[in-house]
Structures are given as C-alpha cells and as structure tokens.
C-alpha cells in the first residue's frame, strides 16, 4: 500500500487556539484528500476534502493542499474541547478501484 | 450522503469460529470496501467488495480467512474464517457514492476473539 503520514501526537492546545494537522503522502498520482475525525469508540466521520492545490475552509475547519510538495493539512480554529479526537488523513489512491489509504491519525486534545 | 447499517455492532466469538458481518445500504452506491482497525490503530484496507465478481484484496490478506460477498449494489458480507485472538479489532464498512465521493462508513463491528 502507498504510504501517508501524519505528525504524530498527541497534540495538545489550549481551547481558542488554531490546532494544525499535518499529512504527508506518497503517492504523487493522488488527486483526492481527506480529513477525518474519529471520537473514541465510534467510526470515522467526515469533516474535510480538498481535491486541488490550495487553500479550502468550512467552518472553523481549513484544508490545505500542496501537490507539488506531496503535503496536506488540516486547520481548526477556535479549537474546542468537543474538537478532541483522532483525526484521520486519507488519500485515493489512482487505481482501477481507487482504494483510500488512511493514516496513522493525530490524537488532538483540547485543554478548556 | 447514503445510510449505512452495518450488523452486529458487537460481538465475542470463541477461536475457530466464523463470523459474518453484513452492510446495507440505502442506496445504489458504485464503490463498497472493508476495513480493519485493530486497537489503538489507524485504518487497514481489507478489501474492494466487487459486485457480482470477486473481492479484491489488499496484500497481506487472503479469501480463504476473510470471503466477501456483494451480491448487488447495496449489499455486501464480510466473513471473518477460523478466528482467533489476533483478530480481535473493528471491521468498518465502507462505501462510495460516486466517482471521486468519499468514502462513507457504516457503525462498525467491534469483534472480539477468545
């Protein structure tokens, strides 16, 4: 399987400060990214893709996409105590089946 | 985004014993794949549920311990063969609901071997 890292946790931050998540692929091919955070004992949910090199914000969420540098991030502002979670950064993987590849995830707590 | 019932959410099985997880999907979805996570783990690709043909699977992983069925567009099983402890983990189903949709994830099964 192609590889994706993440920087490993866990993070801490204050409540109100920006947490930032960073990822890194292998696969130069790749042309679709995702964050997503898992809470412990539930599945992965959905909070970002970014398909293009650049800069897309939800939210208090921003996604950042550097193609040429292999390189994805994830962006919180305002963080939350309810923000603490394992975030997850996936990549498609250009197959004939176009497989997602997870990383190792970011544990990221919140101090009020 | 597509509703995902995956069954049963838990379950304690003796080794040498099979289990069968099933996923359903409320609607036609292009894409179903199977994951594992072990504890305190990230996401492991199992396989690609093929409809109407064979899975496809990842390395590291056989038919013969983990057969997938999807006999249609909605539906898929993954059978976890002649378990034992080590596979004990959370196998999460999958889906994709259009070319270059992400990936949507049912409840999960939280397996556990004895």
């Known amino acids: 399987q192609k590889e994706v890292e993440q920087n490993s946790g866990p993070l801490s931050v204050p409540e109100g400060a920006i947490a930032s998540l960073n990822c890194t692929y292998s696969?130069?091919?790749?042309?679709?990214f995702f964050w997503y955070r898992q809470y412990s004992g539930k599945s992965p949910e959905l909070i970002m893709f970014i398909y293009s090199n650049g800069d897309k914000e939800d939210g208090r969420f921003t996604a950042q996409l550097n193609k040429a540098s292999q390189y994805v991030s994830l962006l919180i502002r305002d963080s939350q105590p309810s923000d603490s979670a394992t975030y997850l950064c996936?990549?498609?993987?250009?197959?004939?089946?176009?497989?997602?590849?997870f990383g190792p995830g970011t544990s990221l707590s919140v101090i009020p | 985004s597509a509703v995902i019932s995956q069954k049963p959410s838990r379950d304690i099985c003796q080794r040498g014993t099979s289990l069968t997880i099933q996923c359903q999907v409320d609607s036609q979805v292009t894409m179903m794949f199977w994951y594992r996570q072990q504890p305190g783990q990230s996401l492991t690709l199992i396989a690609t549920a093929n409809q109407g043909s064979e899975a496809t699977y990842e390395s590291g992983f056989v038919i013969d311990k983990f057969p997938i069925s999807r006999p249609n567009l909605t539906f898929s099983t993954l059978t976890v063969s002649n378990m034992s402890p080590e596979d004990s983990s959370i196998y999460l189903c999958?889906?994709?609901?259009?070319?270059?949709?992400?990936?949507?994830f049912g409840n999960g099964t939280r397996l556990t071997v004895t």
């Open positions: 696969d130069r091919g790749s042309q679709s």
């Open positions: 999958s889906v994709v609901t259009g070319s270059g949709s992400p990936l949507h």
């Open positions: 996936a990549v498609r993987v250009e197959t004939s089946y176009d497989k997602v590849i």
